[in-house]
């Protein structure tokens, strides 16, 4: 046996391991992203789904029932197959909007902002959206 | 002198050791094909049940509901006067005119509706006029006989507030 074939050095084993250790640490880590990338898509579609049934409700009530719509200007919480939102009623002066009075009792105009949240409560996603109802 | 080269013992290590990586590799390879499929099911199946919301939403937004009977909703175009059936039976959602020729098949081919398991078209009526349609269907795509990776199954609810 030649003096020089005596294998590798501790070094030489220490800095293999370690780029090799990196190089499947950022493989895994593209992995769990790309993962959690399509669960957050699939979440994002549903709170979507969940806000637009939660606007054609109050554009419902506010077509059926008007006097009981803008009577009841309340912000309200509930829940659309097991996904929570709320409705966030706001009395806003809209500039480019004349008609609209949000001093009248009841307001001819308010803007409903309705806010459906999910995942993690200590890092919640959120989506939104804002729908403007006048009774004019 | 003795020859350099590998014993036996350090050439089965040798192989032994690719072979579990190997096996790994094509265990997070074999997955990740998997996932490809349901991806693409899923996305059929979505596009499809958006697609068919938007149809119907439109029909609704712009007509007036006259009759809402559980798998089928009569809706009389506001522009036209043109009465259209919109019907779920037979494992697709179709939309039929007075003129036959605007009839139309709304459901993709590529995926399965299922009118079976609740009403497709449930109405609110308040003082004797229909205020709000809620549609239910489910849709499916894929094939169930190749295993849960291949088939996608999921249900849409859409609510519309009438406009008339």
């Known amino acids: 046996m030649s003096k020089n074939n005596r294998g590798q050095s501790l070094i030489e084993v220490v800095v293999?391991?370690?780029?090799?250790a990196l190089t499947l640490s950022g493989v895994v880590a593209l992995m769990v992203f790309s993962m959690g990338a399509r669960s957050k898509g699939i979440d994002r579609k549903k709170a979507s789904e969940v806000a637009a049934r939660v606007a054609e409700r109050?554009?419902?009530?506010?077509?059926?029932?008007?006097?009981?719509?803008?009577g009841n200007l309340n912000n309200q919480i509930g829940t659309i197959d097991g996904v929570g939102y709320n409705a966030i009623f706001e009395r806003k002066i809209n500039s480019t909007d004349p008609g609209c009075s949000s001093i009248a009792e009841p307001p001819t105009c308010v803007n409903v902002s309705i806010g459906v949240t999910w995942g993690d409560p200590t890092s919640?996603?959120?989506?939104?959206?804002?729908r403007y109802f006048t009774r004019y | 002198m003795k020859?350099?080269?590998?014993?036996?013992?350090?050439?089965?290590?040798v192989v032994g050791v690719t072979g579990i990586i190997m096996a790994a590799i094509t265990g997070v390879l074999l997955n990740s094909f998997k996932t490809k499929n349901r991806v693409n099911v899923a996305d059929l199946v979505e596009q499809n049940g958006s697609m068919l919301i938007a149809e119907l939403r439109k029909n609704v937004v712009n007509g007036v509901v006259s009759n809402c009977l559980g798998p089928s909703v009569?809706?009389?175009?506001?522009?036209?006067?043109?009465?259209?059936?919109?019907?779920?039976?037979g494992n697709k959602i179709a939309s039929a005119s007075g003129i036959p020729s605007v009839s139309v098949d709304l459901s993709g081919s590529n995926v399965t509706v299922d009118c079976t398991d609740s009403a497709?078209?449930?109405?609110?009526?308040?003082?004797?006029?229909?205020?709000?349609?809620?549609?239910?269907?489910?849709?499916?795509?894929?094939s169930a006989v190749a295993g849960p990776a291949n088939f996608v199954e999921k249900e849409f609810v859409t609510e519309v507030a009438t406009r008339d």
């Open chain 1, 16 to 20: 293999g391991v370690g780029i090799m």
């Open chain 1, 58 to 70: 109050l554009v419902e009530q506010r077509n059926s029932n008007p006097a009981g719509f803008w």
């Open chain 1, 124 to 130: 919640p996603q959120e989506y939104k959206i804002v």
């Open chain 2, 3 to 13: 020859k350099a080269g590998f014993t036996l013992v350090e050439m089965v290590v």
């Open chain 2, 74 to 89: 009569k809706v009389l175009n506001k522009s036209d006067q043109g009465i259209t059936t919109i019907s779920c039976a």
């Open chain 2, 120 to 142: 497709f078209a449930t109405c609110t009526t308040v003082g004797g006029k229909i205020t709000k349609v809620v549609f239910t269907f489910t849709l499916s795509g894929g």
